[in-house]
């Protein structure tokens, strides 16, 4: 049975606001001014459906709401555990995502990345409303591939469907 989405918002459980670990103020010409940076995992303009397997992230810069500037940078090979620490010196503070494992989570999670997960469509819309606070995600999204690859194909492969496994 799959999980019931969730949509990010301004305020309650899981909120994105001035209190959010996710943001941060940075000195502008002297004021102070909300800042954020957000990765998607990303493919061909869509949210790519496996973190652990994203050849690139598009990193939406935020300032006071808006989106400032965004590019496509690689992952530069790294998997799972490692893309965290990419991330990190990305200066990351928010990943948006298809299937993600739980040893990712925990690796972002302990990187102080918060996660939005399970996450379907165009990787530019995800972000607009994610900032909009209508982002339909799946806090419990999880990517658990190993277990179905005897079925004849793996999460790699594009040309199939995992359904609630990956997102995919």
Request: aromatic share 8%.
């Amino acid at each position: 049975m799959a999980a019931a989405a969730v949509r990010a918002s301004k305020t309650g459980p899981g909120a994105f606001d001035i209190r959010s670990r996710a943001w941060y103020t940075k000195r502008k010409n002297r004021k102070e001014v909300l800042f954020m940076r957000i990765a998607v995992t990303y493919e061909n303009g869509m949210v790519f459906q496996h973190f652990g397997h994203t050849e690139a992230f598009k990193i939406y810069e935020i300032s006071e709401g808006k989106v400032v500037s965004a590019q496509v940078v690689s992952s530069g090979g790294s998997g799972h555990g490692a893309l965290a620490g990419v991330l990190r010196a990305l200066d990351v503070q928010a990943l948006i995502c298809g299937g993600i494992g739980g040893g990712a989570r925990m690796a972002l999670a302990e990187q102080g990345i918060v996660v939005y997960g399970g996450v379907v469509g165009s990787a530019d819309a995800a972000v607009a409303a994610f900032l909009g606070g209508g982002l339909n995600y799946d806090p419990n999204a999880r990517c658990s591939h190993h277990d179905h690859h005897g079925e004849g194909h793996s999460c790699g492969d594009h040309h199939h469907s995992c359904g609630s496994h990956c997102g995919h």
